[in-house]
């Protein structure tokens, strides 16, 4: 599909707009990363006033956040194919924005969980209605580029987001020793610091420019009349329990596999809490919300993929019924599954490790990782798009490149006993990893119809949120926390993950060419509009 507008616009100039439109895109995307990175900096601060341990700062930054932001995900990136996607955006700022500053005033564990909550349903807007943004102001020969471009918002905010963090903790605990107004520690003070500005952001965005949706491709797409039913009739078939009402709808068959389904995740949950060692006090507690979040996460997921099958054949072919998409989407799920892991605690541990103050983490590890993944993301997408004009899986082998180069080095993070090697590694970490990010983004993107860009977006954050996100940072934590809080050891036992991402992008470099073919074809032939 992508490659008959790649070679009808290949001379087509790009408007300034587009390009200032995605560096506003970029901003957001900036913002989106501190309020959600900036927990790894005050990690150490949190379990010390709240007495939680890693098991539990892993579930709050990964599971916690993940599972809201994967479901919400799926009806925004519905909202996303059907609405304007500028509003979509800014709402969604403003939300995640105030559950950030939210945060700050935690005073216990539940509190601070249900504000991640918050937050995670609020970022979920940003990414499906971004994707789709750039989709409609590039061209197919740039849009590998341009995603990179967003992406690495990725890396800036949450570089930053470590220099923000430590400089206001540091400056807020010697001005206030024995807590500030309020009674807020220096930790409650950044969370509130970064929320704020984003309700501003949010009225900035409002100020762009709604592109005509699938018009770049040759595919101009009428706006729906009615946008929010979509967005309904998602909710109802994602958000438990009205996932039973969505499901007797299609039938007393589909009900049945819905409430089966239902059981066998609970019972899963139920045997996992009981049977997977969890120690004592808050740390029984943190395994045994993992588990019961990610059950009810992969039900509805379930849940809904069953009712896209019955309601939407042509977008489900294209995406779950893929498996030229599947395996796209699971190899980079596990790169993020490693690199969110080893992102995460790289702070805590080397403050606790090697003495070094929050500040300094802020100067040594923040930035100089924010513009390594900056570059990395940005080369990383030059090359997948120089691959791609020369062979359709061609932007699959940089996202190899991305699982595959940052083991020996991540491995050095977590084992050298030089501060200076320590620094080093964590920036080359970030470059090789974030190398993988826009071809893998890109790759979905091209599997799939104009309309459909927001779903498979979501559907890509899927892996992203419920495979990386939700498990690699818990497992981390919880590892360490089994064995006394070892950090280094619980960060390296996720690289088991990389044999079997590689497996994924194996079978997805064979699978993408034809899926890329034939995808127009498929839709053609389920009644979808050319």
Not at 229 to 242: M, T, Y
Not at 507 to 524: C, G, M, T, Y
Request: glycine fraction near 10%; aromatic fraction near 12%.
């Amino acid at each position: 599909m992508e490659g008959n507008s790649q070679a009808s616009g290949a001379d087509d100039k790009v408007p300034a707009y587009s390009w200032y439109a995605l560096g506003v895109l970029v901003l957001i995307y900036v913002l989106n990363f501190v309020d959600r990175q900036i927990l790894s900096i005050l990690a150490n601060d949190i379990k010390a006033d709240l007495h939680v341990d890693d098991a539990y700062l892993g579930f709050l930054y990964g599971t916690a956040f993940a599972i809201f932001y994967a479901l919400f995900g799926i009806p925004l990136g519905k909202l996303a194919d059907s609405w304007k996607r500028v509003r979509l955006m800014s709402a969604g700022l403003a939300l995640w924005s105030v559950m950030t500053a939210f945060s700050g005033l935690a005073r216990n564990s539940l509190m601070l969980t249900s504000a991640r909550i918050g937050v995670g349903v609020g970022e979920a807007t940003a990414s499906p209605a971004a994707y789709s943004l750039i989709s409609d102001w590039f061209p197919a020969r740039l849009r590998g580029t341009a995603l990179a471009i967003y992406s690495s918002g990725l890396y800036f905010g949450g570089g930053i987001s470590l220099l923000i963090g430590g400089s206001i903790v540091e400056a807020w605990n010697r001005a206030y020793p024995h807590g500030g107004p309020l009674g807020l520690a220096g930790w409650q003070a950044a969370f509130i610091a970064v929320g704020l500005p984003g309700l501003a952001l949010a009225l900035w965005v409002l100020t762009l420019r709604e592109p005509v949706r699938g018009a770049i491709d040759g595919l101009p797409t009428p706006e729906d009349p009615a946008p929010f039913c979509g967005f309904r009739d998602e909710l109802v078939q994602i958000i438990p329990p009205f996932t039973f009402i969505g499901a007797a709808a299609r039938g007393i068959g589909a009900l049945a596999i819905n409430i089966a389904a239902a059981v066998g995740f609970a019972l899963a949950a139920i045997l996992l809490t009981k049977w997977v060692p969890a120690g004592e006090g808050k740390f029984v507690a943190a395994v045994s919300d993992q588990w019961l979040f990610l059950a009810i996460g992969y039900y509805a997921v379930f849940s809904w993929a069953s009712a896209l099958r019955s309601r939407d054949k042509p977008t489900f072919r294209l995406t779950w019924g893929s498996p030229a998409f599947m395996t796209t989407i699971m190899g980079y799920g596990l790169v993020a599954f490693m690199a969110y892991a080893s992102a995460f605690f790289a702070a805590p541990y080397g403050e606790v490790t090697f003495s070094i103050p929050k500040t300094e983490i802020g100067w040594l590890l923040g930035a100089p990782a924010a513009v390594a993944g900056f570059v990395g993301v940005i080369i990383g997408g030059r090359v997948a798009d120089y691959l791609f004009a020369r062979h359709p899986s061609g932007r699959l082998y940089v996202v190899m490149f991305g699982l595959i180069a940052p083991l020996p080095v991540m491995w050095t993070i977590y084992t050298t006993n030089s501060v200076t090697v320590f620094f080093i590694c964590a920036s080359l970490a970030q470059f090789l990893a974030a190398s993988a990010l826009g071809a893998a983004a890109a790759t979905s993107q091209s599997l799939v119809l104009p309309r459909m860009r927001g779903v498979a977006t979501a559907t890509f954050f899927l892996a992203t949120t419920l495979v990386g996100l939700a498990l690699g940072p818990f497992t981390a934590g919880w590892i360490s926390t089994a064995h006394g809080g070892d950090i280094s050891l619980g960060v390296r036992s996720v690289f088991w993950a990389a044999p079997v991402g590689f497996l994924c992008l194996v079978a997805a470099i064979r699978l993408v060419p034809e899926a890329a073919r034939n995808a127009l074809v498929h839709a053609q032939a389920a009644g979808e509009p050319a």
